[in-house]
T-cell receptor, first 116, second 115 residues
Framework: AQSVTQLGSHVSVSEGALVLLRCNYSSSVPPYLFWYVQYPNQGLQLLLKYTSAATLVKGINGFEAEFKKSETSFHLTKPSAHMSDAAEYFC??????????????FGQGTILTVHP | DTGVSQDPRHKITKRGQNVTFRCDPI?????LYWYRQTLGQGPEFLTYFQNEAQLEKSRLLSDRFSAERPKGSFSTLEIQRTEQGDSAMYLC?????????????FGSGTRLTVV
């Protein structure tokens, strides 16, 4: 069984400030981890993924995340927020291999607000 | 590559009516997933197809729900006798072999409102 907990349903930052969105996961097998972004009334766009290669993963739009097995965390960061980063962000986990068929288990999402 | 297309984008229906949604995945993708997303929640897995075979169904998928993927191309999701609790965004995603390694492409979703 797998689960994802996103700490903080809303995060507010000023433009130019550090963005930190927290994600902790639970998985009985080695996980694959993903961050997706969703703009209003749209589908999900993949930001980045961890699939057992480098633990520090760089994604699109200047985002990155670090896989920390000891802390079961996969927090998303961006050094300097931009107004266009305002959206909802979802952390997701899938099992590496096995019979999970790659299905994703999502967290509840974090809405990021960026103030001028 | 035109991405994953979903139709319609919005559907308003009266309680008790049947509705059908369509998903056209990226043409070379053999995996297709349906998810449901209610307001303020993350998407929840509904069902998975590999080519035309439906390999997994969530317990969320009651007997009023049925999904098909004839010929392993487009997929349809039908909800019979809709209830207000069915109001949600229905998302389709597709991926190729090994897509667990590189992620999936999501469509823009169909937003269902049951009145």
């Amino acid at each position: 069984a797998q689960s994802v907990t996103q700490l903080g349903s809303h995060v507010s930052v000023s433009e130019g400030a550090l963005v930190l969105l927290r994600c902790n996961y639970s998985s009985s097998v080695p996980p694959y981890l993903f961050w997706y972004v969703q703009y209003p009334n749209q589908g999900l766009q993949l930001l980045l993924k961890y699939t057992s290669a480098a633990t520090l993963v760089k994604g699109i739009n200047g985002f990155e995340a670090e896989f920390k097995k000891s802390e079961t965390s996969f927090h998303l960061t961006k050094p300097s927020a931009h107004m266009s980063d305002a959206a909802e962000y979802f952390c997701a986990v899938s099992a590496a291999g096995g019979t999970s068929y790659g299905k994703l288990t999502f967290g509840q999402g974090t809405i990021l607000t960026v103030h001028p | 590559d035109t991405g994953v297309s979903q139709d319609p984008r919005h559907k308003i229906t009266k309680r008790g009516q049947n509705v059908t949604f369509r998903c056209d995945p990226i043409s070379e993708h053999n995996r297709l997933y349906w998810y449901r997303q209610t307001l303020g929640q993350g998407p929840e897995f509904l069902t998975y197809f590999q080519n035309e075979a439906q390999l997994e169904k969530s317990r969320l998928l009651s007997d009023r729900f049925s999904a098909e993927r004839p010929k392993g191309s487009f997929s349809t999701l039908e909800i019979q006798r809709t209830e207000q609790g069915d109001s949600a965004m229905y998302l389709c995603a597709s991926g190729g072999t090994g897509s667990e390694n590189y992620g999936y492409t999501f469509g823009s979703g169909t937003r269902l409102t049951v009145v």
